[in-house]
């Protein structure tokens, strides 16, 4: 089974504070996203990389940067989070090209106070 | 604009009566279209997919969902529900020449009543 681990289920952090969330997947997929999930709002998304040292910056990437120095994780960085970041994080990841299944990790409930 | 809308945030229903949500979206390029769930305190995952030949697709738990291109629609089915049906379900879209990103709706939470 197609395994995707994130760091912590739930994270409480200080505005202003740099967070980084982590994503480590087990399958060889090369693909990784990150999104963000709001009541009301669905998933929305923030960056995804189709292999190593790649990023590519989907809906919403104001706030966030991403890293992917290995092809199993990929990380998203809150530079200087704000109360606006609170929310539900969802990591991904999928194999190869084409419109193949997306994988998702049980996410981290990061709150901004 | 290419999007997903699913209309009804919450559809609550008793056990053992059948249950449609529905999903539409707008797209000027084909699509690739998937339902994903999410039961309470989990993390998404698939429900069921179309990706091309019979426009019905069925999940291994009942659910089933057609896909109707006139209407821009892909309506998720169940004849006859479970309380352990109760979940939160995403209706989301791969549009053709935007790599495999998918395009999420807001979500209908199906409640099972007793």
């Known amino acids: 089974d197609v395994k995707v681990t994130q760091s912590s289920r739930y994270l409480v952090k200080r505005t202003g504070e740099k967070v980084f969330l982590e994503c480590v997947q087990d399958?060889?997929?090369?693909?990784m996203f990150w999104y963000r999930q709001d009541p009301g709002l669905g998933l929305r998304l923030i960056y995804f990389?189709?292999?190593?040292?790649?990023?590519e910056k989907g809906d919403i990437p104001e706030g966030y940067s991403v890293s992917r120095e290995k092809k199993e994780r990929f990380s998203l960085i809150l530079e200087s989070a704000s109360t606006n970041q609170t929310s539900m994080y969802l990591c991904?990841?999928?194999?190869?090209?084409?419109?193949?299944?997306?994988?998702f990790g049980p996410g981290t409930r990061l709150t901004v106070l | 604009a290419q999007s997903v809308t699913q209309l009804d945030s919450q559809v609550p229903v008793f056990e053992e009566a059948p249950v449609e949500l529905r999903c539409n979206y707008s797209?000027?390029?084909?699509?690739?279209l998937f339902w994903y769930v999410q039961y309470p305190n989990q993390g998404l995952q698939l429900l069921l997919k179309?990706?091309?030949?019979?426009?019905l697709v069925e999940s291994i738990n009942g659910f089933e969902a057609e896909f109707n291109k006139s209407q821009t629609s892909f309506h998720l089915r169940k004849p006859s529900v479970h309380i352990s049906d109760t979940a939160e379900y995403f209706c989301?879209?791969?549009?053709?020449?935007?790599?495999?990103?998918?395009?999420f709706g807001t979500g209908t939470q199906l409640k099972v009543e007793l």
């Open positions: 990389s189709y292999d190593v040292k790649m990023k």
């Open positions: 399958m060889d997929h090369e693909n």
């Open positions: 179309y990706l091309s030949g019979s426009t």
């Open positions: 797209s000027s390029v084909s699509v690739y």
């Open positions: 991904a990841s999928s194999p190869g090209q084409g419109p193949n299944t997306q994988y």
């Open positions: 989301a879209v791969i549009f053709t020449g935007g790599g495999n990103k998918l395009t």
